[in-house]
């Protein structure tokens, strides 16, 4: 079944405390892209990937990063979370042409503490 | 200016009725790309409908349709006979390459409820 995968689904955390949300898709899609969603601000982008190796900031990196080694994932890694990043994650994925559907993994609720 | 405007917060609609959910959207991009997620209570994002910016004709799927109105820069979800299970917030999303790389942006949303 085609899908993008997430893990892990629901995540509480202390401040401070360096964490990993993994992403994988299995349709061999070259982009990927990382949203948080957040109240009365919809879903913003954090990060994206056009292909291995090429990352670039969204409208809302701070606090963020990202690799991209192989395809077929893309993590994102807080290296000092704070309270507002507390937030329903969404990892997407697609084919290259710029106006192509993208197609969204389950979400990961983060809260941190 | 704001890319994407959905001007309906709430819907509500009898099961069975048809409902259209309204989405403006703004790019210089001649090259676009409209889509129309779906929002349950459980989370997920769910694709339901994309359009193009060069297709001629109004895509359909199922029971969605996509009003498609280039010259009013409207793309408005119309979903026919609806159910229960519809209910769910919806999103209207633009993929434009207007900044040089190819991004997503979506609407504040509509939260659509659907009675018996």
């Known amino acids: 079944e085609a899908q993008v995968t997430q893990n892990p689904r629901y995540l509480i955390t202390v401040t401070g405390k360096k964490l990993t949300v993994t992403c994988s898709q299995n349709?061999?899609?070259?982009?990927m892209s990382w949203y948080r969603q957040d109240p009365g601000l919809g879903l913003r982008q954090i990060y994206y990937?056009?292909?291995?190796?090429?990352?670039d900031k969204g409208d809302v990196p701070e606090g963020y990063k990202v690799s991209r080694k192989e395809k077929r994932n893309f993590p994102l890694i807080l290296e000092s979370p704070s309270p507002n990043q507390t937030s329903l994650y969404f990892c997407?994925?697609?084919?290259?042409?710029?106006?192509?559907?993208?197609?969204f993994g389950p979400g990961t609720r983060l809260t941190v503490l | 200016a704001q890319k994407i405007t959905q001007t309906q917060p709430g819907m509500f609609v009898q099961e069975k009725e048809a409902v259209t959910l309204d989405c403006t959207y703004d790019?210089?991009?001649?090259?676009?790309?409209l889509f129309w997620y779906k929002q349950p209570s459980s989370g997920e994002m769910i694709f339901l409908i994309y359009?193009?910016?060069?297709?001629?004709q109004n895509a359909t799927e199922g029971r969605y349709s996509l009003n498609f109105q280039k010259a009013r820069k409207s793309a408005n979800l119309v979903i026919s006979a609806s159910q229960l299970g519809d209910s769910a917030m919806y999103f209207c999303a633009m993929r434009d390459f207007a900044l040089g790389y190819s991004t997503l942006t979506f609407g504040k949303g509509t939260m659509l409820l659907v009675s018996p």
């Open positions: 990937s056009m292909n291995v190796e090429v990352t």
């Open positions: 349709m061999n899609h070259e982009y």
């Open positions: 359009q193009g910016s060069y297709d001629q």
């Open positions: 997407a994925s697609s084919t290259r042409g710029p106006t192509d559907t993208q197609y």
């Open positions: 790019t210089s991009d001649p090259s676009y790309g």
